[in-house]
């Protein structure tokens, strides 16, 4: 059962256009999610997140956009360069239950290749 | 600050064999969690402590094991090794909630 998923495998942007990777997830306890970025051999690299509380969320050339009601979530990377081509991961995370115990886990979509091309 | 760092960052062994992994939180981060990285089953979650404390486990056999001491310092251990578990294995920190950032991870090969 993948609560996370990511649909689309590669996505190939030419540099300076925007960069679009989606994310759909299946359950509604899941109250945090994350975006990381992955070169291979290497461990991810955090991004950006959003709390479940708000709808956007921007950082420099990253935006999150989140659609609590559709269970979607996107990454936007404007403009694209070379240097943003790798795998790129969602994540998320569960509401802590009343001991705090659900910090730790994340549940990660299979991740989408970005490839841009100068 | 210094990141998250794992040794050995490689390592081969034998099926049948055991292996512990270490993990070196960021500094001030008290929660650690680890995760398996394979081609078909992607990022998958281990387990996580949290001041010494094991507070989550993933769907992992008993033969994958951690411990935390008390300067977050964290190992994890798989005994009775299978090809299966070829892998990379991946430590992140965070502070008690939070983004967790991750190491580089150990890339574990049996054979």
């Known amino acids: 059962d993948q609560q996370v998923k990511q649909n689309s495998p590669s996505l190939s942007v030419q540099e300076g256009r925007i960069s679009i990777l989606n994310c759909d997830y299946t359950n509604s306890m899941f109250d945090y999610f994350l975006w990381y970025k992955k070169y291979p051999a290497e461990g991810p690299t955090f991004l950006i997140s959003i709390s479940s509380i708000k709808d956007k969320n921007e950082d420099g050339r990253f935006t999150v956009f989140l659609n609590k009601s559709a269970k979607h979530l996107s990454l936007h990377i404007v403009p694209s360069q070379p240097g943003d081509s790798a795998v790129y991961f969602c994540a998320a995370r569960r509401k802590a239950n009343a001991g705090g115990t659900s910090y730790g886990k994340l549940t990660f979509g299979q991740g989408t290749i970005l490839t841009v091309h100068p | 600050k210094a990141g998250v760092t794992q040794t050995p960052r490689y390592l081969i062994k034998t099926r049948g064999q055991q292996v512990t992994l270490s993990c070196s939180p960021i500094s001030g981060h008290r929660s650690v969690s680890w995760y398996q990285q394979t081609p078909g089953q992607g990022l998958q979650f281990l387990f996580e402590?949290?001041?010494?404390?094991?507070?989550n486990k993933g769907n992992f056999p008993g033969r994958f094991s951690g411990r935390q001491f008390s300067n977050s310092r964290s190992e994890m251990n798989v005994s009775t090794l299978e090809l299966g578990d070829s892998a990379l294995y991946l430590c992140?920190?965070?502070?008690?909630?939070?983004?967790?950032?991750f190491g580089p991870g150990t890339r574990l090969t049996v054979t």
């Open positions: 992140a920190s965070s502070l008690v909630k939070g983004e967790q950032y």
């Open positions: 402590y949290f001041s010494e404390t094991q507070r």
